[in-house]
């Protein structure tokens, strides 16, 4: 029987069950850098291209777009989420 | 932006947002499919495959001038994110002559950083004016 699940504020997600597939180590030199440098505040917002609804249609969306506008980017956790 | 489809917006702008707001989101509701640009903003969480709750202030020279990142269960507050705009906008129009102390708000009085004010704000600015 599939085990019934309280939604919580998280989008709800799976992952591979079961035993764990075998990783390759690889050396620290050529593994990719963790997730660079956090955005600093006073540098450069990393331009972007998006897909966006917008008005009741689908666009493209650059942030470079937006130069001599003020903008407010906000991220979250997933649509249909509680908060 | 979230890292869900273009379709699953329209469909919760039009099914519940719209509900809330009259004539649905304002703005350009993005998507981050795999969180690429969440990641390159430091707000992705691999582990969880979704975005934690980042909120960046870009000014007209895209410049990042201030960020908040909350983890899921805690929503933002947006009168405060407004509040650091116009303080951002009032310091970019005086072309950095004056400055937002602690609790700043519209109508609220600003310093003038300068060479007169060094050790002198104690004379100008209280700590009740942190608060609202």
């Keep these: 029987m599939p085990e019934e699940f309280k939604p919580g504020c998280a989008r709800p997600t799976g992952g591979p069950a079961g035993e764990k597939p075998l990783q390759k180590e690889i050396p620290s030199e050529t593994r990719p850098k963790e997730t660079s440098a956090m955005i600093k505040v006073g540098r450069k917002a990393p331009d972007f291209s998006a897909p966006a609804f917008f008005n009741g249609k689908f666009v493209n969306i650059n942030l470079s777009e937006y130069l001599g506008k003020w903008v407010v980017l906000c991220f979250y956790p997933g649509d249909f989420t509680f908060v | ?132």
Excluded: C
């Design chain 2, 1 to 132: 932006m979230s890292i869900d489809s273009v379709f699953v917006h329209k469909m919760w702008n039009d099914h519940e947002l719209s509900k809330m707001v009259a004539g649905g989101v304002p703005f350009p509701m993005l998507s981050d499919a795999g969180g690429k640009v969440g990641t390159i903003y430091g707000i992705y969480d691999e582990e969880a495959g979704v975005e934690t709750r980042g909120r960046f202030i870009i000014d007209p020279d895209g410049i990042v001038q201030g960020f908040e990142v909350l983890t899921p269960p805690v929503g933002r507050n947006v009168s405060e994110s407004l509040r650091q705009i116009q303080a951002f906008q009032l310091v970019r129009n005086s072309k950095g002559t004056e400055a937002t102390p602690s609790g700043w708000k519209p109508g609220k009085m600003t310093l003038k950083p300068g060479i007169d004010l060094v050790g002198k704000v104690w004379e100008v600015w209280k700590t009740e004016m942190a608060f609202d």
